[in-house]
């Protein structure tokens, strides 16, 4: 049933190739050991989806943390996330589910054949994360200012409460985990943006596109929930 | 063989997702703005009791749209739909597990400290300094 390495059992669209392998732009590289193209691009979601489970669990733990102290300190988490900017925070949620909007409709492109659209999308994509990042620098750049630090570095003589260091110990590992996701995502972005550009896509092939739309969409997920449990206590 | 072929040539093979027009993604996106604005507006009432509930009820509302709409888990067939599922119960069982032993035993264990009421009695508004604000730049 192996099929030669000339001829494609699925038609012209669907190249025969080692595993790993590329096809030529636009068409389906078929790695011959899944049975069909099918088969490879179902597993290839389940193991994104198991991918992303894992990235769901990592955050989980970081925010059991946060429930177990929020319980143990619930006036000085609220004195805390009051003196966080809610401007800021609100504006790079907006910032975030825009940039999910534009990464759904850059997967819509693509599998419409619109791979000039698609492109557009991905940069705007590109630059909301930028646009994320920069007021984040600004957000942390204050409370290195202030003294509003984990742990130890904690100098902020506005909120004395104990708790109060571990309010911000628990708001940068959380929002510096995911910044650190928001920067692979954005380099995950660009590859499949080059991509894009090259033709290496098409409504045939969008497999790398979808699963890259999929990291994206985690990094909005976590976004969600952080914003009201750090800024709107 | 020739079946396999016919299914997989076909645009509508089953490993594709549901072709549709690009118009749900803007209603899911103004829904989540919408919902954003809604847990601005009722996070900043500091509703006693209900909060901390309403706005986990909201942000798990947009979470769903993003995952049922966005990354189409709605049309994700057999295990790539139950396994993100299955993830989110652990999450809770975790939560719930955690939260369990801290309510009922920790308390027993460590005196529950907390900010003295004096310094509690005036919660400061969003971007004003706290009531006791010491250093104001």
Same mark, same amino acid.
């Given at each position: 049933?192996?099929?030669?390495a000339?001829a ?14 590329r ?6 590289p ?38 177990? %102290?929020? $319980?143990?300190?619930? #006036? *000085? ?10 401007? !800021?925070? =609100? ?6 589910i825009?940039s ?14 619109k ?27 204050h409370?290195f ?8 570095? %904690?100098? $902020?003589?506005?909120? #004395? *409460? ?10 940068? !590992?959380? =929002? ?9 995502g ?5 590859w ?37 449990l750090?800024?709107?206590i | ?23 749900a ?10 919902l ?7 996070g ?59 309510t ?19 919660m ?14």
């Amino acid at each position: 049933m192996q099929p030669d390495a000339n001829a494609s059992p699925f038609g012209p669209n669907y190249v025969p190739v080692a595993p790993g392998g590329r096809a030529p732009g636009g068409k389906y590289p078929w790695a011959t050991h899944f049975g069909t193209p099918n088969v490879q691009t179902y597993a290839a979601r389940f193991g994104m989806w198991l991918f992303l489970s894992t990235e769901v669990l990592l955050f989980a733990g970081l925010f059991v943390s946060y429930a177990v %102290y929020r $319980y143990l300190y619930p #006036q *000085t988490f609220a004195l805390c996330s009051r003196h966080l900017d809610l401007s !800021l925070g =609100t504006i790079n949620t907006l910032v975030l589910i825009t940039s999910s909007l534009t990464v759904a409709l850059a997967i819509h492109f693509v599998r419409t054949g619109k791979n000039g659209m698609a492109t557009g999308m991905l940069i705007v994509t590109l630059l909301c994360a930028c646009a994320f990042l920069v007021i984040k620098y600004f957000e942390y750049h204050h409370k290195f200012e202030q003294g509003t630090l984990p742990g130890r570095f %904690y100098t $902020y003589s506005g909120i #004395q *409460t104990e708790g109060a260091p571990m309010f911000f110990a628990l708001y940068f !590992l959380t =929002t510096g985990l995911h910044a650190l996701h928001v920067v692979v995502g954005m380099s995950v972005l660009t590859w499949v943006t080059y991509h894009v550009v090259k033709g290496r896509f098409s409504p045939v092939y969008y497999t790398p596109v979808e699963l890259g739309g999929l990291y994206w969409h985690l990094v909005d997920l976590v976004w969600i929930f952080l914003y009201p449990l750090l800024y709107l206590i | 063989m020739a079946d396999i072929t016919k299914n997989v040539t076909d645009s509508h093979h089953p490993a594709d997702l549901e072709h549709h027009g690009a118009g749900a993604y803007y209603l899911v996106w103004i829904a989540l703005l919408a919902l954003t604005g809604l847990t601005w507006w009722t996070g900043q009432m500091h509703l006693p009791n209900f909060g901390l509930a309403l706005a986990l009820i909201i942000a798990t509302t947009k979470a769903a749209l993003v995952v049922l709409f966005f990354m189409h888990l709605w049309e994700q067939k057999g295990v790539n739909r139950v396994t993100f599922v299955c993830t989110i119960a652990f999450v809770i069982v975790m939560l719930l597990g955690t939260l369990g032993d801290v309510t009922t035993r920790l308390e027993t264990l460590l005196p529950k400290r907390e900010a003295p009421a004096s310094e509690l009695s005036h919660m400061p508004k969003h971007g004003e300094a706290p009531a006791h604000g010491a250093q104001h730049p």
